[in-house]
């Protein structure tokens, strides 16, 4: 899906010298100073932990 720009990238990298560190570093501040627009998706908190009440909880004693 993503081929034509994983080989343009690849190109790049390879034409400037940049190692893996260096490409990690790039990739890491283009995120984090929002140049290419994508961010993690936002985690779904599940809330509290549903507890049985006490009367449930008799049944294992």
């Not at 993503?2 to 893996?20: G, P, S, T, W």
């Not at 929002?34 to 009440?53: A, D, E, M, Q």
Request: no cysteine; proline share 3%.
């Amino acid at each position: 899906m993503y081929q034509e720009l994983i080989k343009r990238i690849a190109r790049e990298l390879r034409k400037e010298h940049v190692d893996y560190y260096n490409s990690k570093y790039i990739f890491k501040q283009a995120r984090k100073l929002k140049l290419v627009g994508i961010h993690p998706p936002k985690k779904k908190r599940s809330g509290t932990v549903k507890r049985l009440s006490q009367e449930g909880t008799r049944g294992f004693h």
